[in-house]
């Protein structure tokens, strides 16, 4: 049970008290997720627009936990590298 996830990517939407967003997957669905222990421990911020991969449980598809955000792409077209921790 512990191993059944579902990865998705989507956008954040709005940002809720509590560390709660409102995101938008790439399907068209929205719902609400928190951030991970390890990104509320790195301090990791998300904004409005920010795009992030998401975990999701296949038994409760409105509600998700936020695993990583994907960091926007540089001016000159090329994704930009993720910064080590």
Same mark, same amino acid.
């Given at each position: 049970?512990?191993?059944? *996830? *579902? #990865?998705? #990517? @989507?956008?954040?939407?709005? %940002?809720? /008290? +509590?560390?709660?967003? $409102? *995101? #938008?997957? *790439? ?8 951030? !991970? @222990? =390890?990104? $509320? =421990?790195?301090?990791? $911020? ?6 992030? /991969?998401? #975990?999701?449980?296949?038994? &409760?598809?409105?509600? +998700?936990?936020?695993?990583? $955000?994907?960091?926007?792409? !540089?001016? &000159? @077209?090329?994704?930009?590298?993720? %910064?080590? %921790?």
């Amino acid at each position: 049970m512990a191993g059944d *996830v *579902v #990865e998705v #990517e @989507g956008a954040v939407k709005a %940002v809720l /008290k +509590g560390t709660l967003f $409102r *995101v #938008e997957l *790439v399907n068209g669905h929205t719902v609400l997720a928190h951030i !991970s @222990g =390890k990104m $509320r =421990k790195n301090f990791i $911020r998300l904004n409005i627009g920010d795009k992030v /991969k998401m #975990e999701m449980s296949p038994y &409760d598809l409105t509600k +998700g936990r936020i695993t990583y $955000r994907i960091p926007p792409p !540089s001016p &000159d @077209g090329t994704q930009a590298a993720p %910064v080590p %921790v």
